[in-house]
């Protein structure tokens, strides 16, 4: 790939919010962002008007940001995540079992107008941080939870790149779901995106205006990844606890509970009564001490949001992930946070295939340099230390998985049903928890996702899944 310009990457950034009142803008850091103090609401700097913050009255973070020199756009490194391993070919067709559901549940001609509309989406890209940010959204609220994500680094076509002037904002005009025809005679559109990174420049494009890619699984299994034997026997300490608390609650389950629990039983899966506000503190205190050892220098929000897809991985698994485990996954993906600089090189490594054509409407696949490949002995998982406690930890490096195309070991782990396959037993307690906290196998306390799990018991209900970027925002 030829040499792209790098923005720094931070994820520890602040937000910019435009006042009803006045033309002037209001600074808010993202501690305050995320604290919400009364009730989201600030004073305008300037006038002193009332301002209800949030993504509506975003705005742009940098408003001399390079991107938004014509001249210099195809000089940047963009970024997109996918669980696509061949992002963009595979992005823009319809899995075909997604147009057998809908067979049954609308007209023909209906469906064949929702496949030609998700097939001729605009691609998306962002910088480095709104593509990271996008992969933990998807987690959380698009059932990837369990799926394998890919990070493309793009270099954009140089010669004849045609932009539409200026930035939309995505608040107002089209262009989370803006189609290629809606770009009229321009290969793409800048806006300013306000989910991931918010106040950051993002592009929709054509797939010709992209030249070249270069891929590579997530979490990044050459990165090595040490979990301190001091976290582990901290997280066992709190661990314990947890488990005294609940050996001494009383048996009789409540109404609610003893719901839960008939509910559990026709779904064949294993009863975990609702947790004490004491054991959500306790589990509060291992989501703390994991993201202040893993996650330095990144603000509260993304944390929350980090946590939160960490939690969706661990639902989508077949079997119970372990303390150990969970660790070690948190680890090895804070590094995508932490350690950009480290999966750049990574990226660098791989070569691109020449073949990608500045008119090609299908891109070609990322090519592989055998001696960039790491050894047969790198690890996503690190050593950890064998007397912690009563988890057992298996100190060998997991099995390499298929090379594919990306020149480093892809990540290993259990196999995964299919996303949101965990609910089942809370699909007729779904309303009860709305104001609740779960603890999860691993006892990370997080306010009950109700958004995603009503669309996941609408869609039971429906006897259908909407395919992933159907219904949301900038998905491929």
Not at 283 to 302: F, N, T, W
Request: with cysteine.
């Amino acid at each position: 790939m030829r040499d792209l310009v790098e923005r720094p990457v931070t994820f520890e950034y602040g937000y910019i919010m435009t006042c009803p009142n006045c033309p002037s803008f209001t600074f808010l850091t993202s501690e305050d962002y995320h604290r919400g103090d009364d009730g989201a609401h600030v004073p305008c700097a300037h006038c002193g008007a009332d301002i209800h913050f949030g993504r509506a009255v975003m705005t742009l973070r940098d408003v001399n940001d390079p991107a938004l020199d014509d001249s210099r756009l195809a000089d940047f490194a963009w970024y997109h995540t996918s669980p696509h391993a061949n992002w963009p070919t595979s992005s823009t067709t319809l899995p075909a079992d997604i147009i057998e559901s809908w067979t049954g549940l609308m007209p023909a001609d209906s469906v064949e107008q929702e496949r030609l509309r998700y097939e001729d989406q605009a691609l998306h890209l962002g910088t480095y941080e709104a593509a990271v940010e996008s992969m933990l959204r998807r987690m959380c609220d698009q059932d990837d939870g369990g799926a394998q994500f890919y990070l493309y680094r793009v270099a954009l076509r140089h010669d004849g790149l045609v932009i539409e002037p200026g930035w939309r904002d995505e608040n107002s005009d089209t262009a989370a779901q803006i189609s290629r025809a809606d770009l009229g005679d321009a290969d793409g559109i800048r806006y300013l995106n306000v989910h991931e990174s918010p106040g950051s420049i993002s592009l929709a494009v054509r797939p010709t205006a992209i030249a070249e890619v270069q891929c590579i699984a997530l979490p990044a299994a050459a990165l090595a990844v040490h979990v301190a034997p001091a976290v582990l026997k901290e997280i066992a300490r709190i661990r314990a606890e947890i488990d005294r608390i609940e050996a001494s609650r009383p048996d009789d389950l409540s109404p609610l509970e003893r719901l839960r629990q008939n509910a559990t039983v026709r779904s064949g899966r294993e009863f975990v009564r609702r947790a004490t506000p004491q054991q959500a503190g306790l589990a509060s205190q291992i989501c703390h001490l994991l993201e202040d050892e893993y996650l330095p220098g990144v603000s509260r929000p993304v944390r929350a949001q980090f946590t939160s897809a960490l939690h969706a991985w661990q639902q989508a698994q077949k079997t119970p992930v372990d303390d150990a485990s969970y660790i070690s996954r948190f680890a090895a993906m804070a590094a995508t946070l932490t350690g950009h600089e480290r999966i750049l090189q990574l990226l660098n490594a791989i070569l691109t295939d020449r073949r990608v054509g500045a008119r090609s409407e299908s891109l070609g696949q990322v090519a592989v340099d055998p001696a960039q490949q790491p050894p047969e002995d790198s690890a996503l998982m690190p050593a950890l230390v064998d007397d912690v406690g009563a988890h057992g930890v298996d100190d060998r490096p997991p099995p390499a998985r298929d090379r594919g195309v990306l020149g480093v070991l892809e990540p290993s782990g259990a196999p995964v049903e299919p996303p949101g396959a965990a609910h089942t037993d809370r699909d007729l307690g779904v309303v009860a928890e709305m104001d609740q906290f779960v603890i999860a196998p691993f006892g990370t306390a997080t306010p009950a996702p109700w958004r995603r799990r009503r669309s996941i018991l609408v869609r039971r209900l429906c006897g259908h899944r909407r395919p992933p970027g159907v219904g949301h925002p900038r998905c491929d």
